[in-house]
């Protein structure tokens, strides 16, 4: 198939790549010049494991290419995917202007039948507005459909989660488009789900919030654990291995973050109140995921007493594992609360150091410190903010001795209590 990719970001890079590497033809567009002029000078704007490799053979075969252009996309396109931004306004809705912009821009562009797909994470019936859109603006009146097709990858996991996805969910208005969206996803073998669109849009906000309220439960119970002398690594093993209930996103820590639960959960309460519905279990999952922050930055007040004048390391600053995504990041978050009382930072991350400094610039009490073992030199503490595995290989020995005191506080419960203890340290972690 000829497959063009409306925004080049973390969902319409990967997926570029991939509907390649199985053989279709992609042609990646997007608004952002210098991110185009990047990747036809062979650079990638992200951190995503094996992306690189996997863009620089597609490009190579003539597979995969980039363009500012719409109208050069859709021209040499049969299937139009959109995956533009879609972000929270301060009411909690969902910024539709990206995909409102680019649904006019489409329509300008057809010349004759397209399948215009929506991969975007939006609320119930915006199909139905794009549909109606492209209508109002298609100037030529020729024949489309508007298929959703939810993305479900992880940041970090994005080219794994690509290739073999779980399900691919397919919501249409009209059975003309389903053999070209089938015929798309054929090598992936995974399930194929063809729905209506409503359904399928409600799918991606449903499973989000889902997984978000399994992250909130795990952190709910990490308070009881710590009143209770309980560990909530403990608890949530033993829930985890019930095979109703699973252990993924049953980590107890800092919280979620990142640039898709939060929104999508506001947008999801806020959709759902539209329809007539206060999601009050949701508004919880919110709560519960403020709480945790705040209790973690007093659990370092109570501790350090006072923060003015406290020089404290941080490892991590990606919203989590294996990503250098920082927006949303809880990491940061809890930087900008400890440079607010008055802390100095000393910071690392593996990948995001680049993208951090946008966010939390380098001097008026933040140093960006290039060596993990080096970022705890004369802290009078040490927070693990992102649970990045190869921080589980931090020199414990040279990092306790170069403290000024050895105080960790694990967001991430990465380390074992007794062994932190037996090595010097006061460690502090959640819900343990
Ligand atoms: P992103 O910000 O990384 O990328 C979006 C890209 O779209 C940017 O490069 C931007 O320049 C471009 N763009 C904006 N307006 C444009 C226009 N009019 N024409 C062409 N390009 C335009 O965003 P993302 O993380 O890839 O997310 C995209 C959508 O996918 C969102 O709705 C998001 O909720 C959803 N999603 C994201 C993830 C994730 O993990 N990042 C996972 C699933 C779904």
């Known amino acids: 198939m000829t497959i063009a990719i409306i925004g080049t970001g973390y969902v319409g890079l990967v997926t570029g790549a991939c509907f390649a590497e199985v053989g279709h033809t992609v042609t990646c567009v997007d608004a952002d010049a210098s991110k185009v002029a990047l990747l036809q000078s062979g650079g990638i704007p992200i951190f995503e494991p094996g992306l690189e490799d996997l863009v620089r053979r597609n490009v190579a075969a003539g597979r995969l290419s980039f363009t500012p252009s719409t109208a050069e996309g859709i021209a040499r396109s049969q299937v139009i995917f959109i995956a533009v931004p879609t972000p929270p306004l301060p009411d909690g809705a969902v910024d539709m202007s990206f995909i409102e912009s680019v649904a006019r821009e489409i329509a300008s562009s057809l010349d004759s039948y397209r399948i215009i797909v929506d991969k975007s994470t939006v609320p119930v019936k915006t199909g139905e507005k794009v549909a109606e859109t492209i209508k109002r603006y298609c100037r030529s009146g020729v024949a489309f459909d508007v298929v959703s097709n939810p993305e479900f990858l992880r940041e970090g996991f994005a080219v794994e989660d690509l290739m073999k996805p779980d399900r ?23 399930p194929i789900i063809v729905t209506d669109t409503n359904s399928a849009e409600l799918i991606k906000h449903a499973a989000n919030s889902f997984l978000a309220l399994k992250i909130s439960y795990a952190n709910a119970l990490a308070v009881i654990c710590e009143a209770a002398g309980a560990n909530v690594q403990e608890v949530t093993r033993g829930m985890g291995l019930d095979s109703r209930i699973g252990p993924r996103f049953l980590q107890a820590g800092l919280g979620f973050g990142g640039s898709c639960f939060p929104k999508d959960l506001s947008a999801f309460i806020n959709i759902s109140a539209q329809l007539g519905y206060e999601f009050r279990l949701l ?40 990503t250098d995504d920082v927006r949303s990041s809880p990491a940061i978050d809890l930087c900008h609360r400890l440079l607010r009382e008055g802390a100095s930072l000393r910071v690392y991350d593996p990948q995001a150091m680049d993208k951090a400094r946008a966010v939390l610039p380098e001097g008026s009490g933040t140093t960006y410190v290039m060596d993990m073992d080096a970022v705890a030199e004369g802290c009078d503490a040490l927070v693990i903010a992102t649970e990045w595995p190869q921080f589980t290989q931090l020199d414990l020995v040279r990092t306790r001795a170069s403290m000024t005191t050895p105080i960790l506080f694990d967001g991430r419960n990465l380390f074992d209590p007794v062994e932190m203890k037996r090595l010097g340290f006061i460690y502090q972690s959640v819900g343990r």
């Open 168 to 190: 691919v969910v397919i919501g249409v208005s009209s059975q003309r488009p389903v053999a070209a969206m089938k015929e798309i996803y054929a090598p992936f073998g995974a």
């Open 283 to 322: 508004r919880e999952v919110q709560q519960i995921n403020a709480d945790q922050m705040a209790r973690f930055v007093k659990k370092i007040q109570d501790t350090l007493w006072v923060l003015k004048e406290k020089k404290i390391g941080i490892l991590g600053l990606a919203f989590k594992q294996n």
